[in-house]
């Protein structure tokens, strides 16, 4: 597995379906760069992931019906580089022979989460946070290289790291598609009672409010 910078290749390369690599980019700006030098479109997929799905068989069919309109030769598929819930997407679109993509916080590496074997470019992006709006109002890196590098973004249930990317590429006019999808309700529940939290009622997650409170 190999591992570089963007100042060790090319600015836009990214290696074909099938060969993996992993990036560690200067800065968001400089990842966000090599991504859309690459030339292709790029549809970022978001939504549950450590929490998983209630219906995962459902989640596919939905990837796959997203995936079927897309034409692999000119399309990048985008995601946070892990297997778990909304990564249900990189084995299914490298069955179609999409090049993929991951995005993904250094915390992860430091962590030892797992990648999906189906990413074939992962960017680790140097941030103190998974993900989402930070306390001055501005997107993290690792959530600003997700929305910069995206023609499209397409949502499948989703928390608040996922809304608040969600919100950003709408207010930069990106293309955007929701897809309701309930979080696995046991993984949820058992949080809760984990953190002495109320059990929740509701378990669409942060995208779908941010939507119904749109309407």
Excluded at 66 to 81: E, M, T
Excluded at 126 to 132: H, N, P, Q, R
Excluded at 153 to 166: C, L
């Amino acid at each position: 597995m190999g591992t570089e910078t963007t100042s060790a290749r090319e600015r836009g390369s990214l290696p074909d379906a099938g060969s993996r690599s992993i990036v560690r980019p200067a800065s968001a700006d400089a990842a966000i760069s090599h991504i859309r030098g690459a030339g292709r479109s790029v549809v970022t997929f978001v939504g549950f992931s450590g929490a998983g799905y209630e219906d995962a068989l459902a989640v596919e069919r939905a990837i796959a019906k997203v995936l079927a309109d897309l034409n692999p030769a000119s399309v990048l598929i985008c995601a946070g580089a892990t297997p778990d819930g909304i990564g249900a997407v990189y084995p299914l679109a490298k069955k179609r022979g999409f090049a993929t993509i991951g995005v993904v916080s250094a915390i992860a590496e430091k962590e030892g989460v797992r990648f999906s074997p189906d990413v074939d470019t992962i960017f680790v992006v140097a941030d103190a946070t998974w993900g989402g709006m930070n306390a001055d109002g501005k997107l993290s890196p690792t959530s600003s290289v997700m929305v910069g590098a995206s023609d499209e973004m397409v949502a499948i249930g989703g928390g608040e790291i996922a809304r608040d990317e969600v919100a950003a590429a709408m207010a930069m006019g990106k293309k955007v598609r929701y897809i309701e999808a309930d979080m696995n309700h046991a993984v949820a529940i058992r949080k809760a009672n984990d953190l002495r939290q109320p059990v929740p009622d509701d378990f669409r997650g942060a995208v779908h409010v941010y939507f119904d409170r749109r309407r």
